[in-house]
């Protein structure tokens, strides 16, 4: 099941790639961009809760999906960048077994524990 959704992963960053493609960047952006929403992290250095929502916010599908269509909507180009980025980037993580963080820590996912190699 784990490597199915490392699949299911990797599909998704296919399609964030096919997405960046499609807007007119040229492609250093997207290799410059794709480890931004990591800014996130940062959260961190006010504990374990403000890390987690941060974290979270910067690789939230849903919100990566909201801003791109925003932008597709109204046009604006940075809008639909923001949101690949933060789509392609979460899927990124997922695929290298790092989710949605809990209260407790940063190495505890909705993925499970990251280096925790049972399951």
Known sequence: MKQLLKLEELMMFALGIYLFDQLEYAWWWFLVLVLAPDIGMLGYLFGN???ALAYNLFHHKGLAVLI???GSYTGLATCQLVGVILFSHASMDR???YGLKY???FKYTHL???GNNNG
């Open 112 to 114: 499970g524990e990251i």
């Open 103 to 105: 209260d407790q820590g």
């Open 95 to 97: 695929i290298l077994g």
């Open 49 to 51: 809760k403000v890390g």
């Open 68 to 70: 791109y269509l925003v």
